[in-house]
C-alpha cells in the first residue's frame, strides 16, 4: 500500500432531507460518487472557495486524526491530491487550514499563486498535491510541522506552519468533572483562482484527502 493511503480521511456527511429515503420506501441508489471521494468542485468566482463534501455544499470537506492512537509525539502525514482545469488566465493558490473553515489563525500554510493560463476554447489541465508534515504532544497541546505544494508542475518549498495551533489532547477522562473529550488535528483546504467567473470557471478534483 502507498505511504500516501493513510488511514485516516474524510467521512460521507449524515444523511439529511435530501439524501435520505423515507420511511418503508425503496431505497433509489443516489447519483454521483459512492463515497466522499473524489470531490469535483467548481470555481465561479475570484473569491478564495472552501473544498466541500460531495453531497453537502454547507459543510468542508475535512479529515481528523482519530483518538486514542499511537500518533501523539510521532511525525504523520496529511495529502491532497488531484487536478485542476482552468478556462481563463488566472493565478491559484492553495491553503491548508487545522480545523474545518477558513480562519487566518488557522492557517497552516499557502502556496503563494502558481499561473494557469486556459481559455474555454483551450482548457488547461494540471496535477496538484499538497502534504504536511506534522507532530503534535498532549503536554503542550501544539500543533506543529512543515508544508509543501505542488501546482501545474511549479514545486513550491517546503516550509514550515505559518501558525502553531494549540489546544490538543489525544485522550478525553469521561471521569473528569466535567468529563473531557479528545481534540484532535484536523484538516481542511481551500481554492483561490484568480480569473475564475460564471463563465470561465476553474474546476478542481479531489482525489486523495488523507492523514495518518
Not at 460531495?54 to 491532497?80: G, K, M, R
Request: hydrophobic share 35%; net charge negative; aromatic share 8%.
Amino acid at each position: 500500500m502507498p505511504l500516501t493511503d493513510r488511514p485516516f480521511g474524510p467521512y460521507t456527511p449524515a444523511a439529511n432531507s435530501a439524501t435520505q429515503s423515507a420511511l418503508n420506501v425503496s431505497a433509489v441508489p443516489q447519483s454521483g460518487p459512492s463515497g466522499p471521494l473524489p470531490v469535483t468542485q467548481s470555481i465561479t468566482s475570484s473569491s478564495e472557495a472552501l473544498i466541500e463534501t460531495a453531497y453537502n455544499s454547507s459543510v468542508a470537506l475535512t479529515c481528523q486524526v482519530e483518538p486514542d492512537t499511537n500518533i501523539e509525539q510521532s511525525v504523520f502525514d496529511f495529502w491532497t491530491s488531484g487536478i485542476v482545469k482552468t478556462t481563463s488566465t488566472t493565478n491559484l493558490t492553495l491553503k491548508v487550514y487545522e480545523g474545518a473553515a477558513i480562519s487566518s489563525g488557522n492557517l497552516l500554510g499557502s502556496s503563494g499563486t502558481v499561473a494557469q493560463n486556459g481559455t474555454t476554447g483551450s482548457p488547461v489541465t494540471a496535477a496538484f498535491y499538497s502534504h504536511v508534515q506534522a507532530i503534535f504532544d498532549s503536554v503542550s497541546g501544539v500543533l506543529a510541522g512543515t508544508i509543501e505544494f505542488y501546482i501545474n508542475k511549479t514545486n513550491v518549498a517546503k516550509v514550515t506552519f505559518s501558525n502553531f495551533v494549540g489546544g490538543f489532547n489525544n485522550t478525553g477522562n469521561p471521569s473528569a468533572t466535567p468529563p473531557t473529550a479528545a481534540v484532535l488535528p484536523e484538516f481542511c483546504m481551500s481554492v483561490t483562482s484568480s480569473g475564475a467567473t460564471t463563465g470561465a470557471p476553474t474546476t478542481v478534483n479531489v482525489q486523495k484527502f488523507s492523514c495518518g
